[in-house]
């Protein structure tokens, strides 16, 4: 007899097939959210701008490819030899974090203040100049290139349990994103400057009128949102191991699109709309189709902005006449 | 003060139109490009700079077009310039098909549409849509257009279909401007609530600006195609769509004489520095903020239209 | 058969009725006065007749005809044309062009004439120009066609949005506090303005918080209050109605 006619005449030949659908979906669900954890922290940066100021910061996805960047810089220099992972990696982070929030508050200074009162468009044009100012800068410093992140940092085993085998790393890089969210998501909500980010959102004009001190705000806003998406260049250095001057556009467009899936302007909406998009993204690579996964999350966005464009978390607002 | 504005546009004219014999095939396939561009950017300033929709996708209207002119000059031997209107009516039922559903969102949700719809086209070509597109390689083997027998295939021979396409591009947009029309588009960018107040169809005269603006895009790619010989998906990419907005923006969104002066700039100069070649695209990120911050209206603004008014001498603007 | 009818008409925004039932007529020539203290819903009410609101119950007839499922700019085409509360112009054109938007849908050339300029295509715009002027000379604007809409003072602004309106054409006028802003003069001489357009066989219909205009011009009042109608009538009982007084006159004053 053929093996294949003895594995199907066996008992259990279903469930077997079965475990192996689950395992799939389970790699796929975790990839996602994973990858996910890099969208939201990227879509907190745009959101946050977008909630106090009502622009698009074009040069957002490139400050997250300037930390991909500076990590790999730190990492492979005198600084970190003697460190072991868990401790270098947390001053790492800590630095990369530092050091692009600084980048955020000059691009600021830079490219938006001195247009605060100038109509939108010109915004608009000044945000994609900058973007492609720093994505050249990168390129001209760093080069053309894919760089390569040394592969012996994030562990390499597997964690095993109900039969699953999902990367000790995909885990690691899934929390380290899942606690920067919690821990924006405590200052936003319990702090007073979060509060104060978080009126200046909804109404700068009265903000202001109640005392906030709103370019303090704004400043707060320029520093913590790309220190978020710093922080996701150098998880996406460390978990893919591959980074290009160019992947901002990717990682950039992705995230852009969760932040409108959960309401632009809403933090726990782009936290939401991350994780959700990194999901859908891996499961209609796995069933759909691999070729159009890139499509998929802008499908996603042109649904979303001619459905329901407030988003799923967003609230409406209406315009007097 | 007509007349000086006449002299200068003869002249430019007669300037551009002496340029072939005195530059060689690079320099003059510089000017080519710039044509090429300008098109673009022309149509581009309709959807732009006359009705105020931010359009960051118009790579994809141009993208059809080359690709309409592609696929059916390869596939059934029908002349290139023959397509150039089936090429403008692809494009068009595109943007139209396209438009529609998402015509009534407000400016920064419209431009982030659009950059979605710029992307979807761009992705779908990469993966071979329909299985005509090729793909990643895109599609070679485009003839040469001929005009009555006489084959265009040098540098030189572009440039004059270029820039006659070109010029009667200005001066049907010119015309535009100085009609009911052009009018209307102008009001929708000023206050789309007084204008609906005032008896304008908004909805569509969104419809008409994209349209149009995709039907000339479209045109411009058939000639883009036929003058590469090879099309990829490359050409069309974000980048593009940005360029062509910077072209505009820089040059004065809603001047014709300010957008072709913004091609003739960030497309002419970075040849002329091609030595910094690396750096332009930094000092060109660099210029558009400046640009932004110090002369927001761009390089040559759009100037007021002047009417013959009956018992009054026809005059320029108080302010 | 009146001009005008509302019919019941009910507007709510989430939680807060702005109009509740409403219903009053217009007719053809009157000069009709809409009043109430601020947050009453009259400016609802305008943008309810205009189309940028629809009811959410109730009907608003003109000429008898059922606007519900006309658009703004469609019903500009009636005849029914407004001027906003806060002026809205097209500050970047000029006075003339802000004009020459209302004559747009009054004139026909489409896509392709506005590229070939053929001899019937010029004759219109040459009219469309006349009209626009016309109106202009009308407000006492002729002067000025010109200038940057912008730069003009806020009393010629409104007289521009009101000639903007004219050049459509209407049957109805709507004019939503168009001595917004005036002195006493520019308020005189908006008396006579409004005088001269029920002259041309337009009707008119304000909301206006200048008492003295209200009373000297109108004749008919409709008075608001928290979406409701109130009261109706000439404005000598509507000077004596003991409810319009309280809601929104407050103590007696002689007018």
């Known amino acids: ?321 | 003060m007509k007349n000086r504005k006449l002299v200068v546009i003869a002249g430019s004219a007669a300037v551009l139109a002496a340029a072939p014999l005195f530059l060689d095939a690079y320099w003059t396939d510089v000017l080519n490009n710039i044509g090429i561009y300008a098109v673009l950017a022309l149509s581009l300033n309709l959807i732009v700079g006359h009705a105020g929709l931010f359009n960051l996708g118009h790579a994809a209207f141009y993208a059809v077009g080359a690709y309409t002119a592609a696929i059916l000059n390869t596939t059934y031997h029908i002349p290139v310039l023959a397509l150039l209107p089936v090429c403008g009516f692809t494009s068009g039922l595109f943007a139209l098909l396209a438009a529609r559903p998402i015509i009534h969102l407000r400016g920064d949700y419209l431009c982030i549409v659009t950059i979605g719809i710029g992307e979807i086209v761009r992705i779908a070509l990469i993966n071979n849509i329909f299985g005509i597109t090729g793909g990643d390689n895109g599609i070679f083997g485009i003839s040469r257009p001929s005009v009555f027998g006489y084959v265009i295939r040098s540098p030189q021979q572009f440039f004059y279909l270029i820039w006659i396409f070109a010029g009667i591009t200005v001066i049907l947009f010119h015309l535009l401007e100085y009609s009911r029309v052009g009018r209307a588009l102008n009001y929708l960018r000023e206050d789309e609530v007084a204008a609906e107040g005032s008896g304008i169809d908004t909805a569509h005269y969104k419809l008409v600006a994209l349209v149009l603006g995709a039907a000339w895009a479209g045109m411009a790619g058939n000639i883009y195609a036929a003058k590469m010989s090879i099309i990829s998906p490359g050409s069309f990419s974000f980048w593009e769509s940005v360029l062509m907005f910077a072209i505009v923006i820089l040059g004065g969104a809603g001047s014709i004489p300010g957008v072709l002066l913004g091609a003739f700039l960030i497309i002419g100069m970075p040849e002329v520095f091609r030595q910094f070649a690396s750096a332009r695209m930094l000092i060109f990120g660099a210029a558009m903020v400046a640009m932004m911050i110090f002369r927001t209206q761009g390089l040559l603004p759009a100037r007021p239209r002047k009417y013959r008014l009956a018992g009054l001498p026809s005059g320029g603007v108080e302010t | 058969m009146s001009l005008l009818q509302l019919s019941n008409v009910t507007k709510n925004f989430g939680g807060l009725s702005a109009v509740g039932g409403l219903s009053f007529q217009l007719d053809d020539g009157i000069i009709m006065g809409l009043i109430g203290p601020n947050g009453a819903g009259k400016t609802t009410v305008f943008n309810l007749i205009t189309g940028i609101y629809r009811p959410d119950e109730g009907d608003i007839f003109f000429n008898g005809r059922s606007l519900l499922r006309l658009s703004t700019h469609r019903r500009v085409v009636l005849g029914i044309a407004r001027t906003f509360q806060t002026i809205r112009l097209f500050q970047n054109l000029s006075v003339l062009e802000n004009v020459l938007a209302g004559c747009h849908c009054r004139l026909k050339a489409g896509v392709l004439s506005s590229f070939v300029h053929l001899p019937r295509q010029r004759r219109e715009e040459r009219e469309a120009l006349k009209r626009a002027q016309d109106a202009l000379a009308l407000v006492g604007l002729g002067h000025r066609a010109e200038q940057v809409a912008k730069n003009l003072s806020y009393g010629n602004q409104r007289l521009l949005e009101i000639a903007r309106a004219l050049a459509t054409g209407p049957h109805l006028l709507i004019l939503d506090e168009p001595a917004g802003g005036m002195n006493e003069q520019e308020t005189t001489q908006l008396v006579s303005l409004i005088e001269k357009i029920r002259g041309m066989e337009v009707t008119v219909m304000l909301i206006e918080h200048d008492m003295t205009l209200v009373m000297k011009v109108c004749e008919r009042i409709v008075v608001m209050e928290y979406g409701r109608k109130i009261a109706e009538g000439a404005p000598d009982e509507i000077r004596r109605d003991r409810r319009v007084v309280e809601a929104y006159l407050g103590t007696e004053e002689e007018y």
Request: charged share 10%; proline share 3%.
């Open chain 1, 1 to 321: 007899m053929h093996a294949r006619e003895l594995v199907s005449a066996a008992p259990g030949a279903n469930a077997f097939v079965r475990i192996k659908d689950m395992e799939l979906f389970a790699q796929q669900f975790t990839n996602g959210l994973a990858v996910g954890g890099v969208y939201a922290l990227i879509a907190l940066g745009y959101t946050m701008v977008y909630g106090v100021l009502k622009l698009i910061n074009f040069a957002h996805s490139d400050l997250f490819t300037l930390g991909a960047y500076l990590g790999l810089t730190l990492i492979t220099s005198w600084l970190f030899s003697g460190l072991g992972p868990l401790w270098g990696t947390a001053l790492l982070a800590l630095m990369v974090m530092g050091m692009i929030a600084l980048m955020g508050a000059l691009l600021d200074r830079v490219a938006y203040r001195p247009l605060r009162e100038s109509p939108r468009l010109s915004a608009v044009v000044s945000a994609l100049g900058a973007s492609i100012f720093l994505q050249n800068a990168i390129m001209l410093i760093y080069g053309a290139r894919n760089q390569v992140y040394p592969q012996n940092i994030l562990p390499r085993m597997a964690l095993s349990a109900f039969g699953f085998h999902i990367p000790l790393s995909r885990l690691l890089v899934l929390c380290a994103s899942l606690a920067m969210m919690g821990a924006l998501y405590f200052f936003i909500q319990k702090t007073r400057i979060g509060t104060a980010i978080r009126a200046a959102a909804i109404d700068q004009g009265a903000a202001r009128l109640m005392g906030i001190d709103v370019n303090r705000v704004i400043l707060m806003v320029f520093m913590i949102g790309p220190a978020m998406g710093g922080a996701a260049g150098l998880l996406v250095g460390l978990y893919y191991g591959q980074i290009n001057f160019t992947m901002g556009w990717a990682y950039g467009s992705k995230a852009f699109t969760a932040a409108i899936l959960g309401g632009i302007g809403n933090i726990p909406g782009a936290m939401v709309g991350g994780l959700l998009l990194g999901i859908i993204e891996s499961l209609a690579a796995a069933y759909v189709s691999l070729a159009y996964k890139d499509a998929i999350a802008f499908l996603v966005l042109i649904l979303i902005l001619v459905l329901r464009p407030t988003g799923l978390l967003g609230e409406r607002v209406a315009e007097k006449v």
